[in-house]
């Protein structure tokens, strides 16, 4: 049953992308979950949430960012420069941190250096403040309107606002479908493997959205679960991650991520947006509010309570905060979030890997064993009569 949602997952592109280019549809990636992606929705282009899986050197991302830095944006630079992305018609570069700030310029310099067509026709820098306050949500909405001009200018499209409303309200009918598969996750026991979850919603950034909102509904609709009995309920916080092999590395026999803080994911909880409000002004307010990236300044204790209440909600036994090495704002945030969690009486387990053709995968399968055995022990000390 989630045999096609890993194939489009795991792939860089799909039949379906291929699909709605044949009939003429454009096409556009992004690389921040802060992006919209309802604006792209109504001016009938396809977002793609761009992804790094797959690549297997990173001989032209080193030369571009250097050995200090995530490999995330290293692999995603490694695509464009191969032509992997060479049907994507725009990209938009959202500087959710300094690496991915720096692969705007380091996308267009790699095609001067090779002369290569690696550069998509349409290419936006989109800004995004990092407090939410009554001015910043002002700048944003003007950055959407600027968005808005420069796209339908590029293309020819003329936009819409009745359409827009009809595609937050589209969105939010998704959100509500995915809000039901989180559901599957919580449940005690669990009904779906992480595993499973995160190649849904992977999938669901792969594709034209219309038909992933067809396949979530024969998913939901068909779907009797699988007991996931006796294992170890995990949380995973960090990084993003698109990697579906990493969940089942942490999950392996024994466990269950039954809740994430990942990009990539729903991240905690599935925030709608108010179709009552003015949309623009709706969508600023709902991507600003949508604050678990640590991205954002003044926002740490507000995400350690929707972590805190994740946990009591999913009953999480134990929570693996990882990050990519050398992300230094997971890498910080995850020093206090063990901390203040440890506190609290909450195990947790802190792991830097890495991510594309140098990923560990089998040095952190030693250390999660290690901590699922933590776990063991804890469950037969509170079992203790």
Known sequence: MFEEFYTIAQSINNEYIAKVKEQGALCIGYTC?????????????????????NVSSLSIADAAFGPFICSHPKCLLQHFALGDYSFLDGIIVTPGCDSMRRIDECIRKTAVNLDLPVVPPFFFHYAVPHKITEYSVKWLVEELHRFIDSVSAHFGLSFSYDKLKESIAFYNRL????????????????????ADAVAVYVAGLSMPRDRFYGMMESLLSEYT??????????????????????????????AVV??????????????????????????????????????????????????????????VEGVVLQ???????????????????????????????????????????????AFLERLEVRRLVCERP
């Open 33 to 53: 979950s802060y992006f919209p992606e309802e604006i792209l929705h109504a001016l009938g282009i396809i977002p793609y949430r761009i992804k790094g899986l």
């Open 175 to 194: 959100r509500k479908r995915l809000e039901e598969l989180n559901a599957l996750r919580i449940h005690y026991p669990a009904r779906i493997a992480g």
């Open 225 to 254: 679960g699988t007991a996931l009995e006796d294992r170890k309920r995990l949380m995973l916080i960090g990084s993003a991650n698109d990697d579906i092999d990493f969940i089942k590395t942490v999950e392996g026999e024994t």
């Open 258 to 315: 039954v809740a994430d803080t990942l990009c990539y994911g729903p991240r905690l909880e599935v925030d709608y947006v108010d179709e009552e409000d003015e949309p623009l002004h709706a969508l600023a307010l709902r991507y600003l509010n949508h604050s678990h990236c640590p991205r954002m300044y003044g926002g740490y204790k507000q995400r350690l309570a929707k972590v805190v209440e994740a946990i009591r909600i999913a009953q």
């Open 323 to 369: 990050n990519i090495r050398f992300c230094d704002l997971h890498g910080a945030e995850n020093g206090l979030i063990e901390r203040d969690l440890e506190k609290l009486g909450i195990p947790c387990l802190r792991l830097e890997r890495e991510y594309g053709p140098l990923a560990d995968n089998e040095r952190m399968r030693m250390r999660i064993d």
